[in-house]
């Protein structure tokens, strides 16, 4: 079995389901990942900031030396971190992910914020002393991104794409880009809907991926919404309706509309019931109001370790 696909403006196909890293220990990604491909998953989404894309990696080489799967038929993501914005470091870092992942090529590069973390050393998360708040670096994310569409023309990627992103910088983006964004990957789930952001995307042909899709119950962040998405008595009754878990009502409500999902998960019985068991059924107009109605703009990823950063999307005063 296999995952639809969503046509990509560059011609290339994304599965609509991908296995999402984030927060994966490095001692378990490995074998998370051989039992997804073993499942059918072709679509991993991964960033240097996770620390481990050389366990995914592992993984990735092994089943494509076993001939279960074979680089053309993974769609693999990888995501510039802020302290590499500096347009001559973007293509070191594209090659360290590459290489990583042990593959010769990316599917997708997305700039994974669009804030500058200041640069120089091996340190990811650079603080200042003072107030204990990201050290940032006056590169406009511009200047990067027309270093990684020279990564497309280099061959190291297929696509480039962009990570939260707001409205502001996105029409900002659209305007100076020679090559557009093909991906915008958001935070995106019924606390959080995003509309404007995702009909400005689709207006421009740019694909939405969503990250905790599933209301992300593990965050260190913030916790909005008066329970958990996965126990949300509206969530549950539907869940109940359709004969389907929570968690699959959910990635239903983000594909049904076109988004793709990258849920992320180590339990092989999970990435099984999340792969197999969204693509039989059709949620109600009814239904999908409902959920559509617990948009409350809550948000758990809200990176308040960089407020202060001109490019910072989410903080209260919009960045430009």
Same mark, same amino acid.
């Given at each position: 079995?296999?995952?639809?696909?969503?046509?990509? +403006?560059? $011609?290339?196909?994304?599965?609509?389901?991908?296995?999402?890293?984030?927060? +994966?220990?490095?001692? &378990?990604?490995?074998?998370?990942?051989?039992?997804?491909?073993?499942?059918?998953?072709?679509?991993?989404?991964?960033?240097?900031?996770? $620390?481990? *894309?050389?366990?995914? $990696? /592992?993984?990735?080489?092994?089943?494509?030396?076993?001939?279960?799967?074979?680089?053309? *038929?993974?769609?693999?993501?990888?995501?510039?971190?802020?302290?590499?914005? #500096?347009?001559?470091?973007?293509?070191? /870092?594209?090659?360290?992910?590459?290489?990583?992942?042990?593959?010769?090529?990316?599917?997708?590069?997305?700039?994974?914020? %669009?804030?500058?973390?200041?640069?120089?050393?091996?340190?990811?998360?650079? @603080?200042?002393?003072?107030?204990?708040? /990201?050290?940032?670096?006056?590169?406009?994310? &511009?200047?990067?991104?027309?270093?990684?569409?020279?990564? &497309?023309?280099?061959?190291?990627?297929?696509?480039?794409?962009?990570?939260?992103?707001? *409205?502001?910088?996105?029409?900002?983006?659209?305007?100076?880009?020679?090559?557009?964004?093909? &991906?915008?990957? =958001?935070?995106?789930?019924?606390?959080?809907?995003?509309?404007?952001?995702? @009909?400005?995307?689709?207006?421009?042909?740019?694909?939405?991926?969503?990250?905790?899709?599933?209301?992300?119950?593990?965050?260190?962040?913030?916790? %909005?919404?008066?329970?958990?998405?996965?126990?949300?008595?509206?969530?549950?009754?539907?869940?109940? #309706?359709?004969?389907? @878990?929570?968690?699959?009502?959910?990635?239903?409500?983000? @594909?049904?509309? $076109?988004? =793709?999902?990258?849920?992320?998960?180590?339990?092989?019985?999970?990435?099984?019931?999340?792969?197999?068991? =969204?693509?039989?059924?059709?949620?109600a107009i009814d239904d999908i109001q409902a959920i559509n109605d617990l948009d409350c703009n809550g948000r758990f990823m809200t990176m308040?370790?960089?407020?202060?950063?001109?490019?910072?999307?989410? *903080?209260?005063?919009?960045?430009?």
């Amino acid at each position: 079995m296999s995952t639809p696909n969503f046509l990509l +403006s560059n $011609g290339k196909n994304m599965p609509m389901l991908g296995l999402g890293t984030w927060r +994966s220990p490095p001692e &378990v990604v490995t074998q998370a990942v051989k039992d997804a491909i073993d499942i059918g998953y072709r679509h991993f989404d991964c960033a240097h900031i996770y $620390g481990n *894309e050389a366990q995914v $990696g /592992a993984a990735l080489r092994e089943k494509m030396d076993e001939g279960v799967v074979t680089r053309d *038929e993974l769609f693999i993501t990888s995501k510039l971190w802020n302290t590499h914005h #500096k347009p001559d470091l973007v293509r070191p /870092a594209c090659e360290t992910s590459i290489r990583n992942l042990g593959v010769n090529y990316l599917n997708l590069y997305l700039m994974h914020w %669009p804030m500058a973390y200041k640069s120089g050393n091996e340190n990811l998360y650079p @603080t200042c002393p003072d107030t204990n708040k /990201a050290a940032f670096e006056d590169i406009d994310y &511009v200047d990067t991104w027309r270093a990684m569409e020279n990564l &497309v023309d280099e061959g190291l990627v297929q696509a480039i794409g962009v990570s939260n992103f707001n *409205e502001q910088q996105m029409n900002r983006l659209l305007s100076v880009a020679k090559l557009k964004p093909v &991906v915008l990957q =958001i935070e995106c789930h019924p606390y959080l809907s995003q509309k404007p952001l995702i @009909t400005l995307c689709y207006d421009n042909a740019i694909a939405v991926t969503a990250y905790s899709c599933l209301g992300s119950g593990h965050t260190p962040y913030e916790k %909005p919404g008066a329970y958990p998405l996965l126990q949300h008595p509206t969530i549950l009754a539907i869940a109940e #309706k359709y004969e389907r @878990t929570a968690a699959q009502v959910l990635l239903r409500y983000q @594909t049904q509309s $076109g988004i =793709i999902v990258i849920p992320r998960s180590v339990s092989k019985q999970h990435m099984l019931d999340n792969f197999k068991r =969204i693509w039989d059924f059709e949620l109600a107009i009814d239904d999908i109001q409902a959920i559509n109605d617990l948009d409350c703009n809550g948000r758990f990823m809200t990176m308040k370790a960089a407020y202060g950063h001109p490019h910072h999307p989410f *903080e209260p005063v919009q960045a430009k």
